[in-house]
């Protein structure tokens, strides 16, 4: 009878987080298998969950209300140069990344998020170059650009664009190169390995040429497919407490977005920063999310990208509400939301064709990233919305928590506990 193949360490997830992790895991020369899907061909029949990184184009910055995001970005962007030159995948493009908020924002819940002190304040702690802007400012600085009136603004020069699919390509192919293996396919069960018990690994009465461990993990895969590892590593994103893998939910708010793409002809004669936009107009709120500037998608077309509109609106929860949610497309009537916002921006571009794509994201109930221990063979990764820019950095942290036991990083341990529903 064949031996299950066992492993140092299993990745379950291979999207930005379980591909950094991976890497990071296999360049201390431990054996790592990570696993994940393909991106499905497309949504309309789908089935299972989704991931948030089927996407071209993600803001890298530090302008977060959270220090530590803009931290662990800070950290991760360090790392970027050597990752492109070692595998030859470009996955950033440098630009102005903006943040505009209402001058008096008082009252609306989405306000803390774009204050500008604050986030030049967290900027200057991380020694990134910030200039504030008036609404004179927003003007000289951006002409071609009509912000609401009354709106003022945050900008880092020094910001990029972060293509999620080539992030984790890069990934991926670092930790193939240090000896990862990459199975694509889906984990449908983890049994065994309950933990509390001696993690040496010490087995000598073991024949098998495996080493097997009674302690080891194993990972039964919808393929059929089992394998054993010292370690798991759960790093499933947004689809998380809906993976049937935990012991019980994370407090954690799985939420179904909504990416609008609107094509342009001419990427080349729009002149804007990747911008983060809170807009109020007579008090009320218009819209609060991200317009992006112009990037060119696998069709070979260019898009500008806004999301935002309906976030909030579509909590999800089960594996079947995510499929169910995803298979719609996404919401139809964020379309108009998104025109409108980038007629009143652009005035002087013709505006093309107008998609919705299916997204999913999530927030911790600390609006920090989760972590942590599962039990003694078992640590967990999961992030929001901002996962892609500070991947890199939170897979270093993970694959040093499974690979060592410990947490070794300046940054308090607290800061990135897991939160558990009761």
């Known amino acids: ?44 029949d789908h089935q299972g969950t989704w991931a948030g990184h089927y996407d071209q184009g993600r803001m890298c910055h530090v302008l977060e209300i959270p220090v530590v995001t803009g931290m662990l970005t800070t950290r991760s962007i360090r790392r970027f140069p050597e990752l492109t030159r070692r595998t030859g995948v470009e996955f950033t493009t440098g630009v102005e990344c903006l943040s505009v908020n209402p001058a008096d924002a008082a009252g609306d819940a989405a306000g803390e998020w774009f204050d500008r002190d604050v986030l030049a304040a967290n900027a200057r702690d991380l020694g990134v170059d910030v200039h504030l802007l008036d609404e004179e400012g927003l003007r000289r600085r951006y002409p071609a650009v009509r912000f609401e009136p009354g709106h003022v603004g945050v900008v880092q020069p020094g910001g990029m664009i972060v293509n999620p699919r080539a992030l984790v390509r890069a990934e991926l192919a670092a930790a193939s190169a240090a000896g990862a293996v990459l199975v694509r396919d889906e984990v449908v069960a983890l049994e065994g390995g309950a933990g509390g018990g001696d993690d040496s690994g010490d087995d000598d009465d073991n024949n098998d040429d495996n080493n097997h461990n009674d302690d080891d993990k194993v990972v039964v895969t919808a393929g059929g497919v089992r394998l054993r590892g010292r370690s798991i590593v759960l790093a499933l994103g947004a689809a998380v407490n809906a993976s049937g893998l935990l012991p019980r939910p994370l407090q954690l708010f799985t939420l179904g977005a909504t990416v609008v793409l609107v094509e342009v002809d001419d990427p080349g004669g729009i002149d804007m920063p990747a911008t983060m936009y809170l807009k109020h107009r007579d008090g009320a709120q218009q819209f609060g999310g991200v317009v992006m500037s112009p990037v060119r998608y696998p069709d070979g077309r260019w898009y500008l990208k806004v999301a935002g509109s309906s976030v909030r609106e579509t909590p999800l929860g089960s594996a079947e509400e995510i499929a169910s949610w995803v298979r719609t497309g996404g919401a139809s009537a964020d379309v108009d939301d998104a025109l409108a916002v980038l007629t009143d921006l652009l005035p002087g571009v013709r505006l093309g064709r107008a998609h919705t794509r299916p997204c999913l994201v999530c927030a911790t109930s600390t609006n920090h990233p989760y972590i942590d221990r599962v039990d003694d063979r078992t640590v967990l990764a999961v992030e929001g919305e901002r996962g892609v820019m500070a991947a890199d950095e939170i897979g270093r942290l993970t694959a040093d928590l499974a690979a060592t036991g410990r947490w070794t990083d300046p940054l308090p341990r607290d800061v990135f506990r897991a939160r558990w529903a009761a």
Request: aromatic share 4%; glycine share 14%; net charge negative.
């Open 1 to 44: 009878m064949t031996a299950d193949p066992t492993y140092d360490h299993i990745v379950i997830g291979a999207g930005p987080i379980g591909a950094a992790t991976a890497r990071h895991l296999a360049e201390r020369g431990d054996s790592v298998l990570v696993i994940g899907p393909e991106e499905p061909a497309g949504f309309a």
